[in-house]
């Protein structure tokens, strides 16, 4: 057999292997028993967090399309690779393909929600990627004299078939697997109006410079940050919330009961601890929730717990400091956002929002477990990576415009931004130009502390280049340090600036 024909080999039995598993994934219906995507998530779980931080800054949004196409990429080699080691030595294939199974075995028993079951597609993938190598191989022995043509044609044939068995399973797979799908439930949803409805946010909270950030964040616009490759489709007519722990009386609430609480309404400010000076991992929204610290009485907290570990229906788990929740801020089980209810990559049907926190240690989202404990017994996913057990928001501001590098023209120019510093709030922002005098900026209203707030400043522009610097005080009066550190581990500090072009 020729080295191409081998190659090609192993990536039609690979191919054979994942459509199959894909199919079984989908039957089983348990997305996160796909090959691919446990291999995917327990990638980001042995990421370091250095390389993590790295991914959610370059890639944004898309990290987990990387990942995947990563994988990819790695696959195909390691099916060529099996193709070849195959030629003549069909067992050598069966072992690699085996070797392939044993992989995608422990990566979905080894996911938090994992079940047995989830060792099936798996296996059903490299014994059918087994038949299909061997069917291969079988298929391009070639014969000599006239009827070679012939066996030329079966050996394509049989290729072609392995090809589009692959694809008919994968695809059939998918299918089954969006009968899971929660989004038509979520439209139909309608959720009850506030018992106490959000401050007006204030007409000139929107600072208005083109370019300028939107004061309140559309769903569609907000930032995700989240360790799920896919995305946890929970119905809300089998949600339920148990909480437990160090509690005087443990309860579970279904979706229902949640609703029934006096449902506040708040604007808040979420923000992620990896942002870098100047990032853009923070967004706004209108959050429609049952206040948390009511719930927590409920079921009567006993003395001594320091924390609550939250888990999210695919095993997340995030550690939020009691004191913050039961200090009298608005810590939410949120279930609306701008109007609608939570969407789906936002933790439909119900997640944590406390104003104040970075998310890793608040914003739980598809949220079903809340266990009162200390943080000398129980550890978070973050915080067994190193990341800070308490991590309240550090005072951020950032130049919205002008953009970097941007080319202006000498004369008026509008120097607007965003600052935040939830629960503390804003009270101050100055600007610079190079090492000039630092200058006072005008300060949007706000709706009240656990928004952002944004600013806006005119600068007289002089040809040249130049460096715009922005600070911001927080309501304790406690300006941002200039000094640089990195998000880790406890959220990013120093000044942003901007260099720009005026001619
Ligand atoms: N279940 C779950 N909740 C989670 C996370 C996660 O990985 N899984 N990430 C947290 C982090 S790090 C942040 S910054 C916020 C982001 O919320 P968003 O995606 O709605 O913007 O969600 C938090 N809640
Ligand atoms: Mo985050």
């Known amino acids: 057999m020729r080295w191409v024909t081998a190659a090609l080999h192993g990536l039609l039995a690979a191919a054979a292997a994942l459509g199959s598993a894909e199919l079984a994934a989908g039957a089983i219906g348990?997305?996160?028993?796909?090959?691919?995507?446990?291999?995917?998530?327990?990638f980001i779980d042995l990421t370091p967090v250095r390389l993590k931080d790295f991914a959610i800054r370059t890639f944004g949004d898309d990290d987990k399309a990387v990942l995947l196409?990563?994988?990819?990429?790695?696959?195909?080699?390691?099916?060529?690779?099996?193709?070849?080691?195959?030629?003549?030595?069909?067992?050598?294939?069966?072992?690699?393909?085996?070797?392939?199974?044993?992989?995608?075995?422990?990566?979905a028993l080894t996911r938090p929600a994992a079940d047995l079951v989830d060792a099936v597609p798996a296996v059903v993938g490299a014994a059918c990627g087994m038949a299909a190598l061997t069917l291969l191989a079988a298929r391009s022995r070639e014969g000599a004299g006239p009827a070679r043509v012939d066996d030329r044609r079966r050996a394509l044939l049989t290729g072609a078939g392995v090809a589009a068995a692959a694809a008919v399973s994968g695809a059939g797979g998918r299918a089954l697997l969006r009968r899971g799908n929660v989004s038509a439930v979520r439209a139909r949803l309608r959720l009850p109006p506030p018992v106490s409805p959000a401050a007006p946010v204030p007409p000139g909270a929107q600072v208005r410079v083109p370019g300028m950030t939107s004061f309140r964040t559309s769903n569609a616009a907000f930032y995700r940050v989240d360790t799920a490759l896919v995305l946890p489709q929970v119905d809300p007519r089998d949600w339920t919330l148990r909480i437990h722990g160090m509690v005087a009386r443990p309860i579970e609430l279904t979706f229902d009961d949640l609703l029934r609480q006096a449902l506040v309404e708040r604007d808040i400010t979420l923000a992620c601890v990896s942002n870098q000076v100047g990032g853009d991992l923070a967004g706004s929204a209108r959050w429609l929730g049952a206040p948390l610290a009511a719930v927590l009485r409920r079921a009567g907290v006993r003395a001594g717990a320091d924390q609550i570990l939250s888990r999210s229906s695919d095993g997340m788990t995030l550690g939020t400091p009691l004191e913050a929740v039961l200090d009298g801020r608005d810590a939410l089980l949120a279930v609306g956002m701008n109007g609608e209810p939570l969407p789906v990559a936002h933790g439909f049907p119900?997640?944590?929002?406390?104003?104040?926190?970075?998310?890793?240690?608040?914003?739980?989202?598809?949220?079903v477990d809340l266990k009162v404990t200390r943080f000398a017994t129980d550890q978070a996913y973050w915080t067994k990576r190193g990341y800070a057990e308490h991590a309240p928001v550090k005072t951020f501001s950032r130049i919205d415009v002008p953009k970097p590098f941007a080319r202006l023209k000498a004369g008026p120019v509008a120097v607007a931004g965003t600052a935040w510093a939830q629960h503390r709030g804003i009270d101050a922002v100055e600007w610079q130009v190079d090492d000039g005098p630092w200058r006072p900026a005008r300060l949007a209203p706000v709706p009240g502390i656990d928004t952002w707030r944004q600013w806006l400043a005119e600068w007289d522009a002089s040809p040249g280049s130049h460096t715009l610097r922005v600070r911001a005080v927080d309501g304790t009066g406690t300006t941002q340090p200039e000094h640089r550190t990195p998000p880790f581990p406890d959220g990013a500090t120093g000044w942003h600036s901007v260099v720009v072009t005026v001619t």
């Open 30 to 42: 348990r997305a996160t028993a796909s090959p691919i995507l446990a291999v995917g998530a327990g």
């Open 350 to 367: 119900a997640r944590m929002v406390v104003p104040g926190l970075y998310g890793y240690v608040s914003a739980t989202k598809w949220v």
């Open 69 to 107: 196409a990563g994988l990819g990429c790695g696959t195909a080699m390691a099916a060529v690779a099996v193709g070849l080691l195959s030629r003549g030595r069909p067992l050598r294939g069966a072992a690699g393909l085996a070797a392939f199974g044993i992989v995608g075995v422990v990566a």
